[in-house]
């Protein structure tokens, strides 16, 4: 993450002060709580602060560097997410019919919260601005490409570099770049190829693509080269991005750039989904215990083997991670290495067939979905060896690292099972697009396709 100096931590230690003070102050003072009853007020209080900080969670105020925070922005969260909360608060917690009216309290109360939790996220955002002119924190920041746009772009960077905190450290670009433009300021690191031993050398916590759009190829092969790293990616912009809208910003000393965002969906969003995916996994593994049971034991008897079938995939920015399933296969089914299945597979059993018709064998993914490693809905997870053999034929699979892998997806309702890599490409087209449009009601979508795929016994 951008600036380790002052942690967002400090963030959200001063909303629970902040909101637990508040609510304390505003029972003991303004509705006349009896003395006698302050530590019952008190662990009321502290309840209040852990509500403040799971709304601000919920709506991604953590998610973000502080160095990147816009002020003005997070002055309107405060606004839009303090309003309904003090509200729930007052109805739940601090609402009495001896006191002044419901909609006055709600009106004080909300006042003083604005106040107490704006206050102390003004001064950590201060202290953080102050921090990124006095370089006492820098953005570690490569460039990627040496045109005329590229040194253009460096002067700007260069002479802002009070306002962004930018450490603009060095270049890469082709060999036959290598002594031009950006080399009279900044050293040279290398080609395209150089990019990811680049990044992990120098702890690169920021990249700035400056190549050309018309060369769109080796902007594609540079972000799939990035994809693995958590680092910000930005483009340098043409004037038909501007013109187009893709340029947007609201702070007025950063020079305009396009923001990647290596996410899909905003903070709030997968805030949600991952709420979303523990709740319905936990419910699942309780509502379906008596299933996983007999699989279980109908699993044991219906050939010589394990129960479970874990195997290696790749899933959230390419990290490794078990899946789990219940064996459908005989034993040994891949003595020659990998090798996908097919409808009339001679290594799925006669009980594996009629687990896969209902999707039974999924079911122990839902561990998969409580550890984190995969999600409800996502692009389906592959082993590496199927991933290299896509990325020879084409460049596109890496985007789909960008989300957390998913128990069905678009191209499983779409597309299903794929039993060639020529399938699996195929089915890559629903995956992008899902990628490309990710939101939770896409999701919800997505999941009740799937419900009805299973009822209907149609899965493979």
């Not at 931590?9 to 006698?36: K, Q, R």
């Not at 120098?202 to 400056?210: F, L, R, S």
């Not at 483009?235 to 340029?247: F, K, M, R």
């Amino acid at each position: 993450m951008i600036g380790t100096k002052l942690r967002v931590i400090w963030y959200g230690a001063w909303d629970f002060l902040a909101g637990s003070f508040t609510a304390f102050f505003w029972m003991s003072y303004y509705l006349n709580y009896p003395i006698e009853h302050s530590l019952q007020h008190l662990l009321i209080s502290l309840s209040i602060g852990i509500v403040w900080l799971i709304a601000f969670s919920i709506a991604g105020a953590y998610a973000q560097s502080l160095y990147q925070k816009s002020r003005l922005q997070e002055f309107l969260q405060t606004i839009f997410i303090g309003i309904p909360i003090s509200t729930l608060v007052c109805w739940f917690f601090i609402y009495s019919e001896n006191s002044v009216s419901f909609s006055s309290q709600v009106l004080s109360y909300s006042l003083w919260n604005l106040i107490s939790l704006s206050v102390g996220r003004s001064i950590i955002l201060w202290i953080a601005k102050r921090q990124l002119q006095t370089r006492q924190v820098v953005v570690r920041t490569l460039i990627i490409g040496n045109t005329k746009q590229s040194v253009k772009l460096f002067k700007k960077l260069n002479d802002q570099n009070y306002f962004v905190g930018y450490d603009l450290m060095g270049f890469i670009a082709p060999q036959q770049d290598a002594k031009n433009g950006l080399s009279k300021w900044l050293p040279y690191w290398g080609d395209f190829d150089a990019i990811q031993d680049t990044v992990q050398k120098h702890n690169i916590e920021q990249v700035i693509i400056t190549i050309p759009k018309k060369q769109q190829e080796q902007i594609e092969n540079c972000i799939s080269l990035l994809s693995p790293f958590q680092v910000a990616i930005k483009l340098a912009p043409e004037t038909l991005d501007i013109l187009s809208g893709s340029v947007r910003t609201t702070n007025v000393f950063r020079d305009v750039l396009i923001d990647l965002d290596p996410s899909p969906l905003p903070a709030w969003q997968r805030n949600i989904k991952r709420l979303m995916d523990l709740l319905g996994a936990f419910i699942l593994l309780i509502i379906l215990s008596p299933i996983f049971l007999f699989a279980a034991i109908r699993t044991y008897f219906s050939s010589k083997g394990s129960i479970i079938y874990a195997q290696e995939r790749l899933g959230l920015q390419g990290n490794k991670f078990v899946i789990y399933k219940f064996r459908s296969m005989i034993e040994d089914a891949e003595p020659n290495g990998p090798a996908l299945s097919s409808d009339y597979d001679p290594r799925i059993t006669s009980w594996g067939k009629f687990m896969r018709k209902w999707r039974i064998d999924e079911l122990p993914q839902l561990w998969n979905i409580i550890k984190g490693d995969m999600s409800f809905v996502g692009p389906r997870p592959e082993r590496a060896y199927y991933i290299d053999a896509i990325s020879k034929k084409t460049p596109y699979y890496k985007y789909l690292l960008r989300m957390r892998p998913g128990l069905t997806s678009w191209g499983m309702v779409q597309f299903g099972y794929a039993s060639s890599v020529e399938e699996m490409i195929e089915r890559m087209q629903y995956d992008l697009a899902y990628v490309e449009n990710a939101s939770l009601l896409l999701d919800i979508k997505i999941m009740l396709h799937t419900f009805l795929i299973i009822a209907k016994g149609k899965g493979k």
